[in-house]
């Protein structure tokens, strides 16, 4: 499966070569003069040193240690000193492809690997539609994605962890319901209405001030896929068939979860909107607050994962809610019996640890 790596201004950012964990595996990504993103396992073959350290020369990665040259695919092809190179002087390489600013990592079967299996999310790439932040942003988490994966495929712990942020009241978990969930062979889509309600803290910040008082019809369309991509369309319209259409506003949001390790979890996420592309006020405005509202969900989640920790056959209840996310971890562990990757993130050996 491909798994959201890196933001490319990441890699940009730490001169152009990015240590970073994903599925238990340590990782090295960096940009080539001509064969684009590379990433190879972050340890030279000789000594196990992070090739994280070394040096990019056009399309290889020096080891910076004993001085040898990595090519793309991963093969030493110098040592200095040295003529001949023996077979197995080599590192495994991984499948790399950018979209939208993100590179995705593959990491299983090299020889499986698809790009068309990668999410799309076309507001990334359509600046003349969407305005987002100027560059997406990065969050870790101590706790197992799947955590996170839980908090977002149920939106009515929004009425209470978010109720002065993104939630707007405590209304939204009695007043709204999930409809139209749709059961899919990689994930999930659900549909969530709350209709006839204030606008919440974070709109009422980007709207006019004529509009504060103005109820609302509020939609979230969400779709969750394998292994952690979180994808979501939200409709705030005036409530009414005859309504002023010209104060509809719509919002695009991506969260993107990778596993770290068995415990920690990178999140990437860009959060956009379609009205006023050109007041760059409304981004930093929902960048605050829905950072605020990361900040809120983080400390259950990470407090959820402490305890887990210390009650690792804790069976958790369910309850009509959840079967959103049931039925995603459901879809994952068959997923990963079904593509018989070499996983080193074996999740499946034990349901109840995941959560």
């Given at each position: 499966?491909?798994?959201a790596?890196?933001?490319?201004?990441?890699?940009?950012?730490?001169?152009?070569?990015l240590?970073?964990?994903?599925?238990?595996?340590?990782?090295?990504?960096?940009?080539?003069?001509?064969?684009?993103?590379?990433?190879?396992?972050?340890?030279?073959?000789?000594?196990?040193a992070?090739?994280?350290?070394?040096?990019?020369?056009?399309?290889?990665?020096?080891?910076?240690?004993?001085?040898?040259?990595?090519?793309?695919?991963?093969?030493?092809?110098?040592?200095?000193?040295?003529?001949?190179?023996?077979?197995?002087?080599?590192?495994?390489?991984?499948?790399?492809?950018?979209?939208?600013?993100?590179?995705?990592?593959?990491?299983?079967?090299?020889?499986?690997?698809?790009?068309?299996?990668?999410?799309?999310?076309?507001?990334?790439?359509?600046?003349?539609?969407w305005?987002?932040?100027?560059?997406?942003?990065?969050?870790?988490?101590?706790?197992?994605?799947?955590?996170?994966?839980?908090?977002?495929?149920?939106?009515?712990?929004?009425?209470?962890?978010?109720?002065?942020?993104?939630?707007?009241?405590?209304?939204?978990?009695?007043?709204?319901?999930?409809?139209?969930?749709?059961?899919?062979?990689?994930?999930?889509?659900?549909?969530?209405?709350h209709?006839?309600?204030?606008?919440?803290?974070?709109?009422?910040?980007?709207?006019?001030?004529?509009?504060?008082?103005?109820d609302?019809?509020?939609?979230?369309?969400?779709?969750?896929?394998?292994?952690?991509?979180?994808?979501m369309?939200t409709?705030?319209?005036?409530?009414?068939?005859?309504?002023d259409?010209?104060?509809?506003?719509?919002?695009?949001?991506?969260?993107?979860?990778?596993?770290?390790?068995?415990?920690?979890?990178?999140?990437?996420?860009?959060?956009?909107?379609?009205?006023?592309?050109?007041?760059?006020?409304?981004?930093?405005?929902?960048?605050?607050?829905?950072?605020?509202?990361?900040?809120?969900?983080?400390?259950?989640?990470?407090?959820?994962?402490?305890?887990?920790?210390?009650?690792?056959?804790?069976?958790?209840?369910?309850?009509t809610a959840?079967?959103?996310?049931?039925?995603?971890?459901?879809?994952?562990?068959?997923?990963l019996?079904?593509?018989?990757?070499?996983?080193?993130?074996?999740?499946?050996d034990?349901p109840?640890?995941?959560?």
């Open positions: 499966m491909w798994y790596a890196a933001w490319e201004w990441e890699v940009a950012e730490a001169d152009n070569k240590a970073r964990t994903i599925c238990e595996v340590p990782l090295v990504f960096y940009k080539s003069e001509s064969k684009g993103y590379v990433a190879l396992d972050n340890r030279c073959c000789h000594r196990s992070p090739l994280s350290l070394g040096r990019v020369e056009g399309d290889c990665l020096r080891c910076m240690y004993h001085g040898l040259l990595f090519n793309p695919a991963g093969e030493v092809i110098e040592i200095p000193g040295q003529d001949h190179i023996g077979a197995n002087m080599k590192v495994r390489s991984y499948p790399v492809c950018s979209k939208g600013g993100m590179l995705w990592i593959w990491m299983g079967d090299a020889d499986r690997a698809d790009e068309s299996d990668i999410h799309d999310f076309p507001p990334l790439s359509q600046p003349d539609q305005r987002g932040f100027d560059r997406g942003d990065y969050l870790h988490y101590d706790a197992n994605w799947l955590l996170i994966v839980d908090n977002l495929s149920d939106f009515s712990h929004v009425a209470f962890v978010h109720a002065n942020t993104l939630g707007g009241s405590e209304a939204y978990a009695y007043d709204t319901q999930a409809e139209d969930l749709e059961k899919l062979d990689n994930g999930f889509k659900v549909v969530r209405w209709r006839n309600s204030a606008p919440p803290p974070f709109h009422r910040k980007v709207i006019p001030a004529a509009e504060h008082e103005v609302l019809d509020r939609c979230n369309t969400m779709a969750m896929y394998l292994p952690g991509v979180f994808l369309e409709l705030f319209e005036p409530v009414g068939d005859n309504a259409q010209g104060r509809r506003r719509e919002y695009r949001n991506c969260q993107f979860m990778t596993p770290e390790t068995r415990n920690t979890t990178h999140f990437f996420w860009d959060y956009l909107h379609g009205s006023d592309l050109d007041n760059p006020d409304i981004a930093v405005s929902l960048k605050d607050s829905l950072m605020e509202g990361f900040m809120e969900d983080k400390i259950f989640i990470e407090e959820q994962q402490k305890l887990l920790e210390k009650s690792p056959d804790f069976a958790p209840k369910s309850f959840d079967r959103a996310f049931s039925h995603f971890r459901n879809r994952w562990k068959i997923r019996q079904e593509e018989d990757e070499t996983q080193p993130l074996q999740i499946k034990n109840r640890r995941i959560l």
